[in-house]
């Protein structure tokens, strides 16, 4: 079992900043498993925002992006801390949704929520005009 825990949400006006972490823990969690953020606003469905996955060799690890928020956030890990971090810059209103991290092992289809067997609580994330 793997458990996730996020935090860093938050009130922030329009073209602000946050940054999301997102603890793991669990006998079997690994630095080889793939750590996705997704996001769902009222009413609309849960949905793919960034993701990373290990290359297979060494410390490379590759991001993927939603294009909605490609050039926006940076998503990134610490191994040492089974931690994965979310910067969000130049927030827009439209960003206003929970946010909820989601670990699995590869391979996966990393912009899917079926691919992911485990989920974190949610933060709330609310960008102002």
């Known amino acids: 079992q793997v458990q996730l825990v996020e935090s860093g949400g938050g009130l922030v006006q329009a073209g602000g900043s946050l940054r999301l972490s997102c603890a793991a823990s669990g006998r079997t969690f690994s630095s080889t498993y793939a750590m996705g953020w997704f996001r769902q606003a009222p009413g609309k469905e849960r949905e793919f925002v960034a993701a990373?996955?290990?290359?297979?060799?060494?410390?490379?690890?590759?991001?993927h992006y939603a294009t909605g928020v490609k050039g926006r956030f940076t998503i990134s890990r610490d191994n040492a801390k089974n931690t994965v971090y979310l910067q969000m810059n130049s927030l827009k209103p439209e960003d206003t949704a929970v946010y909820y991290c989601?670990?699995?092992?590869?391979?996966?289809?990393?912009?899917?929520?079926?691919?992911?067997?485990?989920w974190g609580q949610g933060t709330q994330v609310t960008v102002s005009s």
């Open positions: 989601a670990a699995a092992q590869p391979p996966i289809d990393y912009g899917s929520r079926q691919g992911y067997d485990y």
């Open positions: 990373t996955s290990w290359s297979g060799g060494g410390s490379v690890y590759y991001a």
